[in-house]
């Protein structure tokens, strides 16, 4: 029954990761016909990036009267709702109400799957379960890219994948025996932990760390920095790929969005394969590598050549580089920092995880109106050359402690 429940939240991860890349597939035709300049794709993010913080913020409140399972279901049905209001928008004010569901429930459903595996599985498990967030991911794209080709039918392409949210939530429903069955034996382990504390066997508990006091243990900071630039990276990387394929590379928008979603599938691959090593290589041999191929794609995007295949091979290089990058680094955290520290470091670094996703892809779209949409590869070299010195710089402040 474990198993089972194991597999259902592979599939909600996969739900997780189907609205994630439409917005950046659909708007080289979405922003024409909304009437709306290229760079408000970049507002329409951040309101979904704000509501996916604000839910992330309250899940595990919601979770303690709920269950994990209920909140998961609730918020993929709220994620399909909104996908279907996108699909109906007659203009961008109408898009931005909509995207306020949009991030609420994606945001809930991250913040409590990643916890429950992060609590109850290995790293391995870590990588394979956002190797289904990337299956989730690379399939939207590809959708859109059939519904784009077929007269600009951005809204058959949300309505498409609302559908399949639909179906998750009813598998969804159907599984909360599963989670709740699970939740009765952690209810269990607790009582047998208050037995213990009763006889003297267990030590005291921690209190709760502040905001302050995290950030002021060696190293958390330089985490911080690292999942700020990691996220910057790969949100920019998905949000803009297909606008700069077509603005930049001259490529057709049906075909931009097919090959976009290459990016994705990237991550997908990547992450299947990061699981089948990582209990062998250890996170930071996992993240240096990674760092090390999407350097290589960012470069394949940066040069000077007349052909598209080179940035078309160059998405999927940077999507197999991200991969294991993310896992690893929440993986390592109770290594790096104590277990007794990290549930309240990996909340932190979520954050700073979502205000890069939040704010840096909208930037660049700034500065995509204003100078070049051209800037592209530049900016993501940026933020991969902050990511690695912060990782590295993170490995000497813990060496003795962790990662390997």
């Known amino acids: 029954m474990f198993s089972l429940l194991l597999v259902v939240i592979y599939a909600a991860f996969i739900s997780l990761g189907l609205p994630d890349s439409l917005i950046g597939s659909a708007w080289p035709v979405m922003h024409g016909q909304l009437d ?23 899940s595990d409140r919601l979770i303690r009267h709920l269950g994990a399972g209920l909140v998961t279901a609730v918020s993929v049905l709220t994620t399909a709702i909104a996908l279907f209001g996108f699909s109906f928008s007659p203009s961008f004010l109408v898009l931005c109400l909509w995207a306020i569901p949009y991030g609420l429930g994606a945001g809930a459903v991250d913040a409590a799957l990643n916890n429950y595996v992060a609590l109850h599985y290995k790293s391995r498990q870590m990588n394979w379960l956002h190797c289904f967030w990337g299956v989730g991911a690379a399939i939207s794209p590809a959708i859109m890219g059939n519904f784009l080709a077929r007269d600009d039918n951005w809204q058959g392409g949300y309505r498409a994948v609302g559908y399949l949210q639909i179906g998750l939530t009813f598998i969804l429903f159907l599984s909360l025996p599963l989670w709740q069955g699970q939740r009765s034996r952690k209810k269990a382990g607790r009582s047998a932990v208050k037995s213990a504390s009763d006889t ?27 999942f700020f630039a990691y996220c910057s990276l790969e949100g920019t990387t998905g949000l803009w790929a297909s606008s ?11 075909v931009a969005a097919r090959f976009a979603s290459l990016f994705f599938l990237g991550i997908t691959v990547g992450r299947f394969l990061s699981g089948l090593i990582a209990d062998r290589w250890g996170d930071h041999q996992l993240v240096r590598v990674g760092i090390s191929i999407l350097l290589v794609g960012v470069f394949m995007l940066i ?31 109770p290594m ?27 930037l660049f779209g700034v500065l995509a109106s204003n100078f070049s949409i051209g800037l592209y590869p530049v900016y993501l070299l940026i933020f991969a050359l902050i990511l690695l010195v912060m990782t590295e710089w993170l490995s000497q402040q813990v060496l003795h402690k962790s990662w390997d």
């Open 36 to 58: 709306v300049p290229v760079s408000y794709a970049g507002v329409a993010t951040m309101i979904i990036a704000g509501g996916t913080i604000i839910s992330s913020l309250f």
């Open 200 to 226: 003297g066997t267990s030590t005291t508990a921690k209190p709760r760390l502040g905001l302050t006091q995290i950030v002021k243990i060696p190293g958390v900071a330089t985490a911080l920095l690292a």
């Open 244 to 254: 700069y394929l077509v603005q930049a590379k001259g490529v057709t928008p049906e």
């Open 303 to 333: 040069l000077p050549v007349r052909t598209t295949q080179l940035s078309l091979i160059g998405l999927v290089v940077i999507g197999l580089g991200c991969a294991p990058i993310y896992p690893a680094i929440i993986h390592a955290t």
């Open 336 to 362: 790096n920092f104590g277990a007794e520290n990290s549930q309240a470091i990996i909340g932190v670094q979520m954050a700073s995880a979502y205000v890069g996703s939040t704010f840096m892809p909208p």
